[in-house]
């Protein structure tokens, strides 16, 4: 039986939405009392249980507690730790390179019984496996020769339907014909790249940003120029302007929804404000949009795709964060750059995977994709509180924490005594691991700090392993000759 917006279900959630926003806004802060269930039940004109229930909601997400004869209270307020802030450094072009950092990274990571931290995915348990397996087997059971000839180069043509009708989840109006498939979101950033460079052109990208993109950067030949990104309001652009005005800028390499690492979301008014910019000097934005759909409000962010009117924006995904990692299905939007992209596809890999490009058509078809983002989100929402009041509770009071608005992954600034190389090397003795702020620019701004990917499902193991991570933190101050 379906609930309407009125039942008792929905009701429950918007008491919870509503006080989890007025902790949010250090409304109610932490230690506050709460009203009693069967006041909040009358304060409200609901039932007993569904005042319960939203307290109950309220208690997974570990904003709020039940002490015994006493009542509820606020367990915790995001805003307690200090605002992260950008790091602006006088910028030239360079070429780029984190390879050995990265490499040591994921080689340590792969010993056994090491918390990755590092990881910026989901775990297996909020994937929907059945689900998925079901649309595997259908979509082979259908498919005229069983998914085993070349799939078509622009991508299969269900798949792109589908991906094109959720692009109205933020006003875009395109179709099919729009998209290429690719193998993942990092093929896609690479044709990309390549219909709108040469080697030794310059890509301005953002700071800090994802390792692999440098890695993208130096195997194209290109030169990268850092503009700093704010955690609270994204990209900043004034210093884009200068940038712009000093450096012949070939095109634009951004994360603009849930920058990995920091999580912010840059504000609609200054997405449209960056795409005026670009368009006035016409240069290409490559639009990394892998994780719009892993938002935590009410609504999707717009991508700087939705104020393109020049078909500059060259919008990039996949379905690697939010659904199958190892199907390796992205896609690109390359406007009119579309058959260079597609020619560079042919000249490459030929086309994508045509079993896994089937199923998740057939899981989309089917209307399953909306129901299990909606569990996800969810859940990496709560995921994402239990990790930062972990974090509160074991690492050093100075410690700042990015408060992301979607997205896997928290962005912690250390006390400058703590060197990240240093206690990401100690930490792996103690069987955790943690992307050092290395990894995230090439010229090592970030030494202070650290990334913690919080996909892996919240539980005593992972409240085990950030304690040891906050002991080994405090440690390192101690030892220091300031301390």
Same mark, same amino acid.
């Given at each position: ?9 929905? #009701? ?21 009392? #709460? &009203?009693?269930?069967? +006041? ?12 319960? /229930? ?8 570990? $904003? ?63 994937? &929907? ?18 998914? $085993? ?11 792109? /339907? ?16 729009? =998209?290429?498939?690719? /193998? ?5 950033? @690479? ?10 052109? *310059? ?23 850092? @503009? ?55 240069? &290409? ?27 500059? =924006? ?61 569990? #996800? ?21 100075? +410690? ?67 304690? *040891? ?7 390192? =101050?101690?030892?220091? &000759?300031?301390?």
């Amino acid at each position: 039986m379906e609930h309407t917006d009125t039942s008792e279900h929905f #009701l429950y959630l918007r008491i919870a939405e509503r006080l989890q926003t007025q902790i949010e806004k250090q409304v109610l802060k932490t230690g506050d009392k #709460l &009203p009693s269930v069967r +006041t909040l039940s009358k304060e409200q004109g609901v039932s007993l249980t569904t005042a319960f /229930q939203a307290y109950s909601e309220l208690e997974i997400k570990g $904003l709020i507690e039940a002490r015994p004869k006493s009542g509820y209270y606020v367990r915790f307020t995001p805003s307690q730790f200090p605002r992260l802030m950008a790091k602006h450094q006088h910028e030239k072009p360079k070429k780029v390179s984190v390879e050995s950092v990265a490499t040591l990274v994921y080689q340590k990571m792969r010993q056994q019984g090491v918390t990755k931290f590092s990881l910026a995915v989901p775990s297996i348990d909020l994937l &929907p496996e059945a689900k998925l397996n079901k649309s595997m087997i259908e979509a082979i059971r259908k498919h005229p020769t069983s998914c $085993l000839e070349y799939e078509d180069t622009q991508g299969n043509a269900t798949l792109r /339907q589908q991906l094109a009708r959720h692009t109205y989840s933020w006003g875009g109006q395109y179709t099919a014909d729009d =998209i290429v498939t690719t /193998q993942g979101c990092m093929e896609a950033l @690479v044709f990309c790249l390549k219909a709108v460079t040469q080697p030794g052109d *310059t890509v301005a990208i953002e700071t800090p940003t994802y390792f692999g993109i440098f890695n993208v950067l130096q195997s194209l030949g290109l030169k990268a120029i850092e @503009v700093p990104v704010d955690p609270a309001t994204g990209l900043d652009l004034e210093y884009l302007q200068k940038a712009l005005r000093t450096v012949h800028i070939k095109a634009c390499l951004f994360v603009t929804s849930f920058n990995n690492p920091t999580g912010c979301d840059m504000p609609p008014e200054r997405k449209k404000q960056l795409v005026q910019m670009l368009a006035e000097k016409e240069i &290409p934005l490559i639009e990394d949009d892998i994780y719009g759909e892993m938002y935590f409000g009410k609504a999707r962010p717009v991508p700087c795709k939705a104020f393109d009117t020049k078909g500059l =924006i060259l919008l990039c995904s996949s379905m690697s964060k939010s659904l199958a990692p190892g199907y390796r299905v992205g896609w690109c939007m390359p406007g009119p750059f579309l058959d260079k992209v597609l020619h560079l596809k042919l000249m490459s890999t030929v086309s994508s995977a045509t079993p896994t490009q089937a199923a998740i058509a057939h899981f989309l078809e089917t209307g399953r994709y909306d129901l299990h983002m909606r569990n #996800l989100r969810k859940a990496l929402h709560t995921q994402c509180l239990l990790y930062t009041q972990a974090i509160a509770r074991y690492f050093p009071n100075d +410690t700042k924490v990015s408060r992301p608005a979607g997205g896997f992954v928290l962005w912690i600034e250390m006390n400058e005594a703590v060197d990240a190389m240093e206690l990401f090397h100690e930490a792996i003795e103690h069987g955790v691991s943690i992307a050092p702020g290395h990894l995230f620019s090439a010229d090592g701004r970030f030494s202070h700090h650290i990334r913690i990917g919080f996909g892996t499902t919240f539980n005593d193991s992972i409240d085990k392993s950030l304690k *040891t991570l906050g002991q080994l933190i405090k440690k390192r =101050i101690q030892k220091s &000759p300031s301390a």
